[in-house]
């Protein structure tokens, strides 16, 4: 049989036609055996935000691409990426340490504040004043190789355990975040820790807790110096004096310094994160600012002030950030409606 011209083409187009609905029908299959990112993340507006971010920063076609080496991402740790309360973990660090120096060092038994952390005083010790935790630091951060403090720094996080949850306090972060560190890794982004803590102190177990190596930590950083050692082999000794002081307005001048770029993305959970995230939102661009509201007392702890929450003076999260980050279009993330698990063993 002869088919007309007319025929011909109508054939082609009804073929081309279910050709094209096939194919749709595969893509809408493809896009739903994609699997969730961001599986420990309830739907809504914080989950969406993130992804919305990566799609618009990593698409070609985007007006908002980034190049892939300008896709850098910040992340403050503490109350951010993991547990934060009731004190910070490595001031328990620094007190669990004091017993050990004093061993060492008999004559500091009689010297405050050595003598209140020997006592055992939780009141007392609590009461210590900012200056008493300074001299705890310096005398026990400090004064050692840079590979004899790694070593027992490390000991020290493979051992101590939180006492709420019992478990090493390299297991409380957040797997939520967690999957966000992951998502954006994996679309690109080069992923930082940018924390008020001690840079040599979370070096120690940023790639294994986090995967994040230890040249992508930025930290509070004390000096070193450079001498030989007894063995004439060169040493790096841990100083007390103070080089960079990670927290507010410190944050956005670290990363200037130890990046060279300015983050597409940041997270953090305090007012201490408050300048970081103001100085990544005001690039141009797609930027995504988003902080950590503690508002679930079940599964970890709830504090504010922010929202009428508890005041604490351990990661505050005031009225004041709080409204600002509404106004300039930051994204609250909240640990109760956002999250649908907190860790990874629940």
Not at 221 to 248: E, H, I, M, Q, R
């Amino acid at each position: 049989m002869t088919l007309s011209y007319g025929r011909l083409v109508f054939c082609g187009v009804v073929a081309r036609a279910v050709a094209g609905a096939a194919l749709a029908v595969m893509l809408v299959t493809a896009a739903q055996a994609q699997p969730d990112p961001l599986p420990s993340w309830n739907e809504g507006t914080a989950k969406a935000a993130i992804v919305d971010f990566v799609r618009k920063t990593t698409d070609v076609g985007s007006p908002d691409f980034v190049p892939a080496e300008d896709r850098v991402a910040t992340f403050d740790q503490d109350g951010t990426l993991w547990v934060e309360h009731p004190v910070y973990s490595q001031l328990v660090y620094i007190l669990d340490r004091v017993g050990p120096l004093v061993k060492a060092k008999p004559e500091l038994a009689k010297i405050e504040p050595f003598r209140t952390v020997l006592s055992g005083d939780r009141e007392a010790i609590a009461k210590l004043s900012l200056h008493d935790l300074e001299k705890l630091a310096a005398a026990t951060l400090t004064g050692m190789s840079v590979e004899t403090f790694a070593k027992e720094a490390k000991a020290w996080t493979d051992s101590a355990k939180d006492k709420r949850w019992q478990r090493p306090y390299t297991e409380l972060t957040y797997q939520p975040m967690q999957e966000v560190l992951s998502y954006l890794r994996a679309n690109g982004y080069k992923t930082y820790i940018v924390t008020g803590g001690g840079q040599d102190f979370v070096r120690i177990y940023s790639y294994k807790t986090y995967g994040i190596p230890p040249e992508q930590v930025v930290g509070s950083a004390g000096a070193v110096t450079f001498s030989y050692g007894k063995d004439g082999k060169p040493v790096l000794t841990k100083d007390p004096k103070l080089l960079v002081n990670d927290n507010n307005a410190g944050k956005p001048e670290a990363i200037h310094l130890m990046i060279g770029r300015r983050p597409h993305a940041a997270f953090g959970n305090s007012t201490g994160d408050r300048q970081m995230l103001e100085y990544t939102a005001a690039g141009d661009g797609a930027r995504l600012a988003m902080l950590v509201l503690h508002d679930d007392a079940t599964r970890e702890y709830a504090y504010g002030p922010a929202a009428g929450l508890p005041d604490t003076k351990v990661g505050a999260f005031t009225q004041e950030l709080f409204d600002e980050a509404k106004k300039e279009g930051w994204t609250v993330i909240s640990m109760k409606r956002d999250w649908k698990k907190i860790f990874s063993f629940e």
